[in-house]
């Protein structure tokens, strides 16, 4: 053994041990059963300058001379490859590929990373996702053409000792490298939550009266926190997801409820945001026109020139190709949102306080499917919690709790304010309120985009789920097979955009019957349900009741605002600052 243990300290000294032992010191800190002949390995060296006679331009790789390299001399001596690499490294020549700038990275890697369910298996699970990894502009790919342009033979075998925990190590250290902190995971949700609900929410309180609508929120968010840490307890490891949930709850009927449900809901969140970007592109349209007939622009052209450019971002299989458009997007709403809060703000500073109801007795069932709308991003609450650090994940509820209650003020303060600048007179999307004036277009413009661009990643889980309904997990990548999906993201982009042509001239209506039949579902129903048959063993009395009532107040809410929603269904025609002058029918307009 003693000898055995020589030889070892010998080959660790070995430029060949050099490559292995910052893998024998990650095992060492996260594997505490490594073998002790691995732990024998790991001498004690001190790493020291490579080459202190070499140029300082030059060992920091920031020459701008390409043929000022070092002579094969040079590199033959010990460290000469290592010498190599680096410089070569930070000219750009090896090293780590980047798609974005780092920036761009940092910032929303995080949030797509947990964007339903970015995680290996679901890159894994994709045809595409073999073959991409094999292609020559993949990371893979650029590794093995590399290595063969370079002439780099394959390794020798390492000692049976090291077998099996090279992958383990790499791939731990690039999951360690995704965990999220307290302030990401508090960003992430932000971003989740904080959406372009926003435009439409003003018009909300118009409906629901002032009082109530708050009291609606207040219970709305109440309640959503509750059913949120209800789903919390049931994950476990192995059924992390909310499809594994519903499984491990009612087998595979429960999954089936679920992505049912998800596919669904994504659908209505799509086509809430078309409609949106047909509003506020056709409200600028006309405004710039000076609300001429001879220039209006016809709800139909605008559908029609969305399906061209939707329908190819539809067919982006990868979600982090995302990344750019959701930071712009993200940038887009904030920056919106806070001009726009400028103008309420100036109106009520100019004009006082408009009238209100407090309670407005004719519509205010419409509010309570609009207020559970709110909280969309419930599907994400477990992709955020895995994405967590492990040592923080039992703070999430907490993290969870006060998150959502920023969200609920933000929500709070900007629909109130708006309602009482504008009272009755407030439109269903609240740019349309807004004076003609320059920064005014600029917001148009921005709410545009941010919904445009948001629109396929809205759709990216919903073609996810249809997909694997359709043709199943993996398989023989063919072209063939790759346009088949193309296919069937163009017909869901092409159901969203017709829904949407229709739904547009009572938005009112429509988010209230997505937030009844979608959101309700995920918010409320599932989560206690699940929890009631998954903890049944160490809930109490209370704790039970409280589910049975939690399930039974979400199937009430989504019957009877579903029926308010169809029931009162009017088209109004109140989406543009023009539609008194324009003669055309309100399903058209």
Same mark, same amino acid.
């Given at each position: 053994m003693e000898d055995l243990r020589a030889k070892d300290q010998l080959w660790a000294q070995s430029p060949a041990g050099d490559m292995v032992r910052d893998v024998i010191r990650t095992l060492q800190e996260s594997d505490p059963e490594?073998?002790?002949?691995?732990? !024998?390995?790991?001498?004690?060296?001190? =790493?020291?300058?490579?080459?202190?006679?070499?140029?300082?331009?030059?060992?920091? &790789?920031?020459?701008?001379?390409?043929?000022?390299?070092?002579?094969?001399?040079?590199?033959?001596?010990? &460290?000469?490859?290592?010498?190599?690499?680096? #410089?070569?490294?930070?000219?750009?020549?090896?090293?780590?590929?980047?798609?974005?700038?780092?920036? #761009?990275?940092?910032?929303?890697?995080?949030?797509?990373?947990? +964007?339903?369910?970015l995680m290996a298996d679901d890159e894994a699970d994709s045809d595409e996702a073999d073959e991409e990894s094999l292609s020559p502009e993949s990371d893979r790919g650029r590794r093995r053409r590399s290595a063969r342009g370079r002439g780099v033979r394959p390794?020798?075998?390492?000692?049976?000792?090291?077998?099996?925990?090279?992958?383990? *190590?790499? !791939?731990?250290? @690039?999951?360690?490298?995704?965990?999220?902190?307290? +302030?990401?995971?508090?960003?992430?949700?932000?971003?989740?939550?904080?959406?372009?609900?926003?435009?439409?929410?003003? =018009?909300?309180?118009?409906?629901?009266?002032?009082?109530?609508?708050?009291?609606?929120?207040? /219970?709305?968010?109440?309640? !959503?926190?509750? /059913?949120?840490?209800?789903?919390?307890? /049931?994950?476990?490891?192995?059924?992390?997801?909310?499809?594994?949930?519903?499984?491990?709850?009612?087998g595979v009927v429960g999954r089936v409820f679920v992505e049912i449900s998800v596919v669904v809901s994504q659908m209505g969140f799509s086509t809430v945001l078309i409609i949106l970007f047909c509003t506020t592109v056709q409200d600028f349209l006309n405004t710039i026109g000076r609300c001429d007939p001879s220039y209006y622009v016809g709800l139909?052209?605008?559908?029609?020139?969305?399906?061209?450019?939707? @329908?190819?971002? *539809?067919?982006? +299989? =990868?979600?982090?190709?995302?990344?750019? @458009?959701?930071?712009?997007?993200?940038?887009?709403?904030?920056? &919106?949102?806070l001009i726009i809060f400028g103008f309420v703000i100036g109106r009520l500073s100019a004009f006082g306080v408009r009238p209100v109801h407090l309670i407005n007795t004719k519509s205010w069932p419409l509010f309570v499917g609009t207020a559970v709308y709110m909280w969309e991003g419930v599907g994400l609450i477990l992709p955020i919690r895995s994405s967590m650090k492990e040592h923080l994940k039992p703070k999430f509820p907490m993290i969870l709790f006060f998150s959502l209650l920023g969200v609920l003020v933000v929500y709070s303060l900007f629909c109130s304010f708006s309602y009482l600048a504008y009272g009755s007179d407030i439109r269903d999307v609240i740019t349309v309120n807004l004076p003609n004036t320059p920064a005014v277009y600029a917001v148009q413009i921005m709410m545009a985009l941010a919904v445009f661009l948001t629109t396929p990643l809205q759709l990216f889980p919903a073609a996810k789920i249809v997909e694997h309904w359709l043709f199943g997990i993996g398989g023989r990548v063919t072209l063939l097979r790759k346009w088949k999906k193309n296919l069937v993201r163009t017909v869901m982009i092409a159901i969203c955009l017709a829904v949407g042509y229709y739904g547009r001239p009572e938005l009112d209506n429509f988010v209230a019957l997505v937030g009844a039949v979608c959101c309700v579902p995920l918010i409320f129903i599932y989560p206690c349900l699940f929890h009631l048959i998954l903890e049944r063993q160490t809930v109490s009395l209370v704790g039970s009741a409280t589910d049975l009532f939690m399930v039974i107040l979400g199937f009430v809410m989504m019957g009877f605002t579903a029926w308010q929603a169809i029931a009162t269904w009017h088209p109004t025609g109140n989406f543009s600052r023009c539609s008194e002058m324009f003669d055309v029918p309100h399903a058209t307009s």
């Open positions: 490594v073998p002790s002949s691995i732990q !024998s390995l790991q001498p004690e060296l001190k =790493r020291v300058d490579s080459d202190p006679s070499m140029p300082t331009g030059v060992a920091n &790789g920031i020459t701008g001379d390409p043929e000022q390299r070092q002579s094969s001399s040079q590199i033959a001596q010990p &460290g000469g490859f290592r010498r190599q690499y680096l #410089v070569h490294r930070r000219r750009g020549g090896f090293g780590r590929h980047r798609s974005y700038p780092p920036l #761009v990275e940092k910032i929303t890697d995080p949030f797509l990373y947990t +964007r339903f369910q390794l020798q075998p390492l000692p049976p000792e090291l077998e099996g925990y090279v992958e383990l *190590a790499e !791939s731990a250290e @690039a999951e360690k490298g995704k965990r999220a902190n307290t +302030r990401q995971t508090v960003i992430t949700i932000l971003k989740s939550f904080v959406c372009s609900a926003f435009l439409f929410l003003p =018009r909300g309180f118009y409906n629901g009266g002032l009082l109530f609508s708050l009291l609606t929120m207040a /219970c709305s968010w109440i309640f !959503s926190v509750h /059913c949120m840490i209800r789903l919390i307890k /049931c994950a476990r490891p192995g059924r992390e997801s909310y499809g594994d949930i519903g499984e491990a709850a009612l139909g052209m605008l559908v029609a020139l969305q399906f061209p450019l939707q @329908a190819p971002m *539809a067919w982006v +299989r =990868r979600i982090k190709y995302f990344g750019p @458009a959701m930071l712009a997007a993200d940038f887009f709403l904030v920056f &919106g949102m």
